[in-house]
């Protein structure tokens, strides 16, 4: 029997079809572990849900079948059975389980490579195996390893750097310009999904205040309040303002009233016609289009005048086709025009990057696998075992050395069965457990009494290999 | 104390090479961008610390010709930098400041070479009240358009790649915009204002006598002086009356920093 396992499908593996009546919000989540808990079927147990994965790693108690046990906890807490083919699924054991679990958190196996949510949402799910009781000894120490390890590859690899979508690449082009988004205006001019995105992911990287344009003035106050009522992008506050790339994920941020990514701030919204775009332009610090309009909507005749006027800088971003905005705008000294073409060459720029630190990541994941594996060795009974009784052997050994010259050769064979008799006294106990561990224990049981008794002794300080 | 005078001499230049490389990583490597570092404020107290001692060893302050003066901005440069360092949390432009400090340093060392304990010759004009209310200024006004060039070319060099779609080495790498508008602006005027005082102090130089005498150096920097006064003038009216864009006051500022330099040095070559 594996001491560790995972199964699971992913994007990888299924369709979004599939993978949504499989996935589980964080409600149906506690509830599956809470399950679990009561029936025992696992001696630790973490989901991992997210919209582009469903995970369960576990540390088998009994025979149970892992997969089985997932889909008719998951078709109780939805109401449903999901239905899925059995193909689509994943399973991996013991280091492969470790280095699946290490590449997830390092976001090398996520849709968009280097992407920074699946840390948290790992961590979330870490979180509700620790509410349920579920998280035991090594899930524990498998978790902080995994946040270890994206940790590293955050901080000693460009994997994450640079906005990987439209929406985002539009933020990195604002905070080229602009260091605080604070105080400035957004202007939407449309409705089209992906301007919508991008003036998210601006109001939530601090710009709190919006003016939406649109054809019909009920369309854009409709638009105006769910842009202000949220959820807004969710944003990391550093140079590159990477934000939420999972539409659900956005949504859940959003609701929850403690979630500790999602901002604070409401904009100030308000709803124009068309007919106010050049008034709105003169006011807004970053407009965002894309209209469905054969023509430019954002003209040359009507906004020459008030750009060329202007000491502060605007970014226009046009990402309809065929373009918003006449292009002998961006010729204007205050006004920086991109269109989708140049967010596209951006976010590539990016990704080819990212790419580039793919072998950097990997071997950090592998070098964290290897540590993990061998201190994963280190908890076996019978190495603790042999390396105690060599421990306790050179401790005795040392003492006779020590005080044996204040004794007589005859009376120095005493001290040797003296201290030989005492130490196997001190052994028995926990030998016994040891080996008692060993026959009957689950892998959990075990290796928390295995850790103990290294602690117990300070075996780790002989071995080293703690991860 | 003469030969300590030539070692220190010496090496400071190397300090500063050494602290171009460290900010040149920060700068390439991104890393530690926004950390505290000992460095620069180290290298700033050596290099004030040597300077006081070549003052006390040759009886006055060594700002009595170009190849002091040149010592004297890369101190200036490297301090009011540290200031801005530590004011801002943000390492990200030290590299081409400290650049600027470590060519001037080294161009003074170079010229300095063998005669830094050896007392100029200098009239009593040069240690006179008059003169020292024209010096100092006129070495604040050096430091602040220094500062102003080097800022202002980094404004261009990110205003252009980003109206060009360019997303090189630097993209990444520069602050943005609007930091960096501010400080080339500031700068520029801070400079403004400290040469208009040089400048004003001139006349009632000439006419405390005490050896200020019109010689074709003299006559070539106020010359200069001038020259760079209404170029910097020119784009002081125009930010405030004529709202120039922050991409023609940076514009201005590297220019008028490439020119006053260039003065500098070539009036330093006029005879006395």
Not at chain 1, 13 to 42: C, D, I, S, Y
Request: aromatic share 6%.
């Amino acid at each position: 029997m594996p001491e560790l396992s995972v199964i699971g499908t992913s994007h990888k593996t299924a369709p979004v079809e599939v993978r949504e009546r499989l996935a589980l919000a964080p409600g149906q989540v506690a509830a599956v572990l809470a399950a679990m808990h009561a029936e025992k079927t696992f001696d630790e147990a973490l989901v991992l849900s997210t919209c582009n994965r469903t995970e369960m790693y576990v540390v088998p108690r009994t025979g149970a079948d892992p997969l089985a046990c997932l889909l008719d906890h998951a078709a109780r807490a939805k109401g449903a059975p999901p239905a899925a083919d059995a193909g689509i699924f994943y399973r991996h054991d013991d280091a492969e389980a470790v280095d699946h679990l290490f590449r997830v958190a390092a976001s090398l196996d996520s849709q968009i490579v280097g992407e920074h949510e699946i840390l948290g949402q790992v961590k979330d799910a870490y979180r509700l195996a620790i509410e349920a009781r579920t998280a035991g000894f090594l899930l524990n120490k498998l978790l902080h390893a995994a946040f270890r390890v994206g940790k590293r590859v955050r901080t000693e690899t460009d994997l994450g750097r640079g906005s990987a979508g439209v929406p985002h690449a539009a933020v990195e082009l604002a905070r080229h310009i602009f260091s605080d988004l604070a105080g400035k205006t957004v202007l939407l001019v449309g409705a089209g999904q992906t301007a919508e995105a991008a003036a998210r992911a601006l109001l939530g990287c601090g710009a709190d205040r919006l003016i939406v344009a649109n054809r019909t003035l009920q369309r854009a106050e409709h638009l105006a309040a769910d842009l202000a009522r949220g959820p807004l992008g969710v944003c990391e506050i550093e140079d590159d303002g990477q934000a939420a790339t999972c539409p659900e994920m956005v949504a859940q941020a959003g609701a929850e009233a403690n979630a500790p990514q999602a901002l604070v701030h409401r904009p100030k919204a308000e709803a124009i016609a068309l007919d106010g775009l050049a008034e709105a332009v003169a006011r807004a610090d970053l407009v965002v289009s894309s209209t469905g309009s054969d023509e430019p909507v954002l003209t040359w005749a009507a906004l020459a005048g008030p750009l060329a006027r202007r000491d502060t800088p605007v970014l226009m971003i046009d990402i309809a086709v065929p373009r918003d905005v006449d292009e002998r705008l961006g010729e204007l000294a205050s006004v920086y025009l991109y269109n989708i073409d140049d967010l596209d060459r951006l976010v590539e720029r990016n990704l080819s990057r990212r790419r580039q630190e793919v072998p950097k990541a990997e071997a950090i994941v592998a070098d964290e696998v290897e540590a993990f594996g061998r201190w994963l060795a280190s908890r076996q009974v019978a190495p603790t075992i042999r390396l105690l009784q060599e421990h306790l052997a050179a401790i005795r050994q040392a003492q006779i050395e020590r005080y044996g010259k204040r004794f007589c050769d005859a009376d120095r064979g005493e001290l040797e069965a003296f201290t030989r008799s005492m130490m196997g006294q001190v052994l028995h106990q926990p030998l016994s457990l040891l080996k008692d561990v060993a026959a009957d224990a689950s892998p959990g049981e075990r290796l928390a009494t295995v850790d103990l008794v290294r602690r117990l002794f300070g075996l780790d300080a002989l071995d080293d290999d703690e991860p | 104390m003469a030969d300590l005078l030539e070692i220190g001499n010496g090496f400071l230049p190397l300090l500063y090479l050494a602290l171009l490389a460290d900010y040149a990583a920060t700068f390439f490597l991104r890393t530690r961008t926004h950390a505290r570092s000992p460095w620069l404020i180290a290298v700033v107290a050596a290099h004030l610390a040597l300077l006081a001692a070549r003052a006390a060893h040759v009886g006055y302050p060594p700002v009595t010709n170009t190849r002091e003066v040149l010592s004297v901005l890369a101190l200036a440069t490297a301090g009011v930098y540290a200031y801005l360092e530590l004011a801002n949390r943000d390492r990200r432009t030290g590299v081409f400041v400290v650049l600027l400090a470590f060519l001037f340093q080294y161009t003074s060392s170079m010229l300095l070479a063998g005669h830094v304990a050896e007392p100029a010759e200098i009239s009593p004009a040069a240690v006179s009240v008059w003169t020292r209310l024209h010096v100092v200024p006129a070495l604040v006004a050096y430091t602040a358009l220094a500062l102003a060039g080097v800022y202002g070319a980094l404004y261009l060099l990110e205003h252009r790649g980003l109206r060009q779609h360019r997303f090189g080495v630097l993209f990444d790498r520069l602050p943005p915009l609007d930091r960096l508008g501010p400080m080339a602006w500031h700068a520029m005027l801070t400079g403004f204002v400290a040469m208009t005082l040089a400048i004003a102090v001139t006349p009632l130089l000439m006419g405390a006598g005490q050896g200020h005498e019109m010689t074709a150096r003299v006559i070539g920097k106020m010359v200069a002086g001038s020259v760079a006064w209404v170029v910097y003038a020119a784009a002081v009216l125009g930010r405030w009356l004529g709202q120039w864009p922050a991409s023609r006051t940076s514009a201005i500022a590297v220019v008028g920093f490439v020119v006053v330099m260039a003065l500098l040095v070539v009036s330093g070559l006029l005879p006395n």
